[in-house]
């Protein structure tokens, strides 16, 4: 992989949340945000990986993948702010991104229910027969519900050309994941006696190689593959409304995780001066900002569009 | 802001009586854990149906769970737990057992989370027979209900609007003195008056208190009335609240498909209660729940449409004569 096309990647993913953060702090994004700061490298390393006409399906924490997937950052930023032109018409908002042009099936924001909607897009990718996987992302905390298990089961039992890459920051929500659960995410896959790798997911490149590999396996007919990417939310699980939450991470833990953040892990790498690009990415975010700010919002008339009854409508009595 | 939150008192009341009480949740506060012990705030992986077929087997077992789903949209993962085993298992066993347990939920309101984060399935719910369906409108009712589904021996979900939980929640309409336990399938009086009735349940009791408020300057008494839950529904109680020969506008942000609100209004016609010309419903609309505000704005009766309504009603308001 091209190190510094990865870090331009995971640098706009960065200042892109980084932005919205700063908005949803002003109030101006509707509902809450779950940042992918912290976590770029998973994304970036993942999705480089793979085909563009591959199915990608994610959850409520989805700007990173959908930026990594190729969404137009313009039309992430309006659905996020429910500005006019956004990629789901303000319906979505930031938790539900989906991008049909670039292959991103959805994103849902009930934990661990695209696990069985990826493994219905890998069998129908199976039936295809065209030698295409799936690609579906999940927390750590996915894997305390059953569903997860059964998709899992399922999918090894079909064979299903299925990538699940797990993104293990060890928390979820406000609880941490040691507090309920008595194994680790990898352990509990080998388990189940599933083909799977860990890796750090604060290295672009050693996602990026684990995620070529498992892919590889998964276009073969091997069946499912497992990802568990070690990685950390630099900020904080969710934020609704304009007031960031508290902390609720040891400071040491926090610290120690922020010292290998994937952006400074990457840079170490990079012989090039990188000012002239951060400079470069911040004004591309600044300008697609102003640009979804200045938009008016979504026409009421849309509201009832995309659904099949509607006819119960306030005020159509009688 | 001095008051403090009826819920969490009636909680707090509730672990310090009950010592057979225990609370499942995926997030626990410190504070209730180093009060009533973490064996009792039992912090839980997101197993939504494995938690609720759990509460279900300690009820059976002489013991009473809270189990706090956080959003209700996640109780629609332990769907069979609590459609097919919860609700069915004292009528199964001819009364054999009894299941004590109570499901708090997060229904919508000013949160703008989306379509699969908002609901307000009180219509829903109260069609899976076996179930207590609380639908609190204000936060003394909230504490009033809590309060009693925490003594009831059959399983009973509280439905409760995030607008009760605000920052600026102590502000929000009253209509309930205390938060001394309330009744099931009783309806109050939320507000008195003597020109319309308004019947609401949930988020509509705050914006038809709202309404009333704003119909009262222009002279028109709303009378407001507030289901409180919408199983058992009080079909009679409110046939006996409502104004004779006044319009009754039944304001429910649930769309009309099935809902309470028809059932009401059924009622009230075949009863004799009202005319079928003064009965109108202003409800929701039947699509899911946008994130963006423009969108979700035209979709949910609030207290100008309700307002609206009241006015353009075809039945006599007393100050039109
Ligand atoms: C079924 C369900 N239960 C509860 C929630 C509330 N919830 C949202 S995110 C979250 C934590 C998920 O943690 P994890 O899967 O590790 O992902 P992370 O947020 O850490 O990326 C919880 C409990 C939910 N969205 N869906
Ligand atoms: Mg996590």
């Known amino acids: ?318 | 802001m001095s008051r403090r939150h009826p819920a969490g008192v009636a909680i707090r009341e509730a672990f310090t009586a009950q010592p057979m009480l225990s609370h499942f949740s995926t997030y626990q506060q410190e504070d209730l854990i180093a009060e009533y012990g973490a064996d009792r705030m039992v912090r839980m992986p997101i197993a939504e149906n494995a938690m609720l077929g759990m509460a279900l087997g300690m009820a059976l077992t002489g013991r009473r769970v809270l189990f706090s789903v956080n959003r209700v949209a996640f109780l629609f993962s332990a769907f069979d737990q609590l459609v097919n085993q919860v609700a069915t298992w004292r009528y199964m066993t001819d009364g054999q057992f009894s299941v004590p347990l109570v499901i708090r939920g997060l229904t919508r309101g000013g949160e703008h989370l989306g379509a699969q984060h908002e609901h307000a399935p009180h219509g829903m719910l109260s069609q899976i027979p076996g179930l207590v369906v609380a639908v609190p409108g204000s936060p003394n009712a909230l504490g009033g209900l809590l309060r009693t589904a925490l003594q009831h021996p059959d399983p009973v979900v509280v439905l409760e609007s995030p607008r009760l939980f605000a920052p600026t929640w102590s502000e929000l309409p009253e209509p309930e003195p205390t938060a001394a336990a309330l009744p099931f399938g009783v309806a109050g009086l939320a507000r008195p008056g003597t020109d319309l009735t308004l019947v609401a349940i949930g988020n509509t009791v705050i914006e038809s208190l709202l309404a009333a408020e704003r119909l009262a300057t222009r002279g028109i008494q709303a009378r407001v009335v507030d289901l409180r839950t919408a199983a058992p529904l009080d079909r009679d109680g409110v046939a006996a609240m409502v104004v004779p020969d006044r319009p009754v506008i039944l304001v429910d942000e649930q769309s009309r498909a099935g809902s309470v609100m028809t059932d009401l209004a059924y009622h009230l016609v075949c009863g004799g209660a009202a005319r079928p010309e003064h009965v109108e419903l202003l409800s929701g609309a039947g699509v899911p729940a946008p994130v963006s505000a423009a969108l979700l704005d035209g979709l949910l009766p609030d207290a100008e449409r309700i307002v609206r309504a009241a006015l353009d009603n075809p039945a006599p308001l007393a100050q039109r004569r």
């Open chain 1, 1 to 318: 992989m091209d190190l510094l096309s990865a870090y331009r990647d995971m640098l706009r993913i960065r200042l892109f949340e980084e932005s919205l953060l700063r908005c949803a702090k002003q109030g101006l994004v509707p509902g809450s945000i779950h940042p992918y700061t912290g976590q770029e490298a998973v994304a970036v390393g993942v999705l480089g990986a793979r085909r563009p006409d591959e199915w990608v399906v994610s959850f409520y924490r989805c700007h990173g993948h959908a930026l990594a997937a190729g969404c137009s950052p313009q039309r992430m930023m309006r659905e996020i702010l429910c500005r006019d032109g956004g990629l789901c018409g303000g319906k979505s908002g930031s938790m539900h991104l989906a991008d049909r042009a670039h292959h991103l099936l959805g994103s849902t924001s009930i934990v661990a229910a695209q696990l069985p909607i990826a493994a219905g897009a890998a069998m129908s990718a199976q039936l295809d027969g065209a030698g295409r996987a799936v690609l579906v992302f999940c927390g750590d905390g996915a894997l305390g519900a059953g569903g997860a298990y059964e998709t899992l089961t399922i999918a090894a039992a079909q064979r299903l050309p299925l990538l699940v890459v797990c993104e293990d920051n060890g928390w979820q929500d406000q609880t941490a994941s040691r507090w309920v659960r008595h194994l680790s995410p990898a352990q509990l896959v080998s388990g189940l006696d599933l083909p799977h790798v860990e890796v750090d997911g604060n290295d672009v490149e050693a996602v990026h190689d684990a995620a070529t590999a498992a892919l590889a396996a998964c276009r073969s007919g091997a069946g499912p593959q497992v990802v568990v990417a070690h990685t950390y939310l630099r900020d904080f699980h969710a934020q609704l409304g304009d007031q960031p939450p508290r902390q609720y991470r040891p400071q040491e833990e926090r610290q120690r995780w922020a010292a290998r953040d994937p952006l400074t892990v990457a840079a170490g790498r990079i012989p090039a001066d990188l000012t002239d690009l951060h400079a470069e990415v911040a004004a591309e975010i600044d300008e697609l900002l102003l640009s979804a700010l200045a938009a008016g919002t979504p026409d009421p008339a849309t509201a009832t569009t995309g659904v099949s009854v509607t006819t119960d409508l306030i005020g159509a009595h009688r």
